[in-house]
């Protein structure tokens, strides 16, 4: 017995990693439904060797199905995520909308599973920033350990986060500086993205950080405890696919380097690579396509008392996207909604 299972936004690329997902980690699918805007129907998308036609957002009845993963950004989630939640299909949802609503569950399966129970209330889990999620996936078994007081964290997020506009941008540019004829236009971001970089992802706050920042600070203090003071900057860079942080932590006690090293390779959802050599850690380019959030760099910070700084590389489309939201569908199985 599986359950039946809706991917709302299967055109996208979020969407599509979710059905990707879905197939290579055997989820129970008893029957599944693809759905996309009007103007995407009929659009071929795959599901393991299967290919299936979207069928029409807007008309779709979520009556008798059981979770459906929400890839449709937050305009159209707030239309539709309703509707499901109505008919008692349990919404997953990776737009930023429900995210810090107190009754909406913000999940990482990997720091606080035992969330998932908490759907009910409005039948919606809400899925964490993709630059949030790597991130606390390290954090949580280092807090356990010695209680983090303070992060501070740069991000060098690629544009595959931005969607595909964002991908053929970096592209179109790129080529462009090998062709001074060709012509491009700047359709995503404000400045040029190929060979630079931009410190500005979404909004600017009255503060003068982002919203992208300010995500990363509440929803780390949502997922792992509110106690811990986070800062950050968030900065895109010409890469297509993998977000990479720079972190640096303080604890209220000494960690030693080594202790770090040891629980993060023990820690559930990361992989340790980490030799102080050329070629020792873990690049953008290598993350792809891959489920683990990458540690290398892990070193004391000595300009403090209890200082650790690590670096932190993982797919943004996977555990920062779609993996994250098929782990918290696995997890709401396995916990809440058992099929016989
Ligand atoms: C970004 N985290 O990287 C945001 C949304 N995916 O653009």
Same mark, same amino acid.
């Given at each position: 017995m599986g359950y039946k299972v809706v991917v709302a936004g299967a055109t996208g690329n979020v969407g599509r990693e979710m059905l990707n997902i879905l197939a290579e980690r055997q989820f129970p699918v008893d029957e599944i439904a693809v759905l996309a805007s009007r103007r995407s129907l009929g659009t071929e998308v795959s599901f393991g060797e299967?290919? +299936?036609? @979207?069928?029409? +957002?807007? @008309?779709?009845d979520f009556t008798g199905w059981d979770i459906a993963l929400f890839a449709i950004g937050?305009?159209?989630t707030k239309k539709y995520a309703p509707k499901s939640a109505a008919a008692g299909c349990v919404v997953i949802d990776n737009s930023s909308l429900y995210r810090y609503d107190p009754d909406i569950p913000l999940v990482v399966p990997e720091c606080?599973?035992?969330a998932v129970e908490q759907y009910a209330k409005k039948n919606i889990i809400a899925n964490p920033n993709c630059s949030t999620a790597q991130m606390v996936v390290a954090l949580k078994p280092l807090h356990e350990r010695?209680?983090?007081?303070?992060?501070?964290?740069?991000?060098?997020?690629?544009?595959?986060?931005s969607g595909k506009d964002a991908i053929d941008e970096l592209w179109d540019q790129t080529k462009a500086q090998y062709n001074p004829t060709a012509d491009y236009e700047r359709k995503v971001y404000t400045k040029d993205i190929a060979f630079n970089v931009i410190p500005h992802i979404d909004k600017f706050m009255e503060d003068g950080s982002t919203k992208e920042e300010w995500k990363m600070v509440v929803e780390t203090k949502k997922i792992v405890d509110p106690s811990i003071k986070v800062t950050a900057t968030c900065v895109r860079v010409p890469v297509f696919v993998g977000h990479s942080e720079a972190v640096n932590i303080e604890f209220e006690e000494f960690l030693d380097e080594d202790e770090a090293r040891d629980i993060l390779r023990e820690a559930?959802?990361?992989m340790v690579i980490d030799k102080r050599e050329d070629g020792g850690y873990v690049t953008p380019r290598e993350c792809v396509g891959d489920y683990a959030t990458f540690i290398s760099r892990i070193r004391q910070d000595s300009t403090i008392d209890n200082g650790l700084n690590l670096w932190c590389v993982s797919d943004n489309l996977r555990k920062g996207a779609?993996?994250?939201?098929?782990?918290?569908?696995?997890?709401?199985g396995n916990r809440v909604l058992k099929k016989g």
């Open positions: 299967r290919t +299936l036609k @979207t069928e029409d +957002l807007d @008309t779709f937050s305009d159209a606080n599973p035992e010695a209680r983090i007081k303070r992060v501070v964290v740069s991000t060098y997020q690629s544009v595959s986060g559930p959802g990361v779609a993996l994250n939201a098929v782990q918290i569908a696995e997890t709401l």
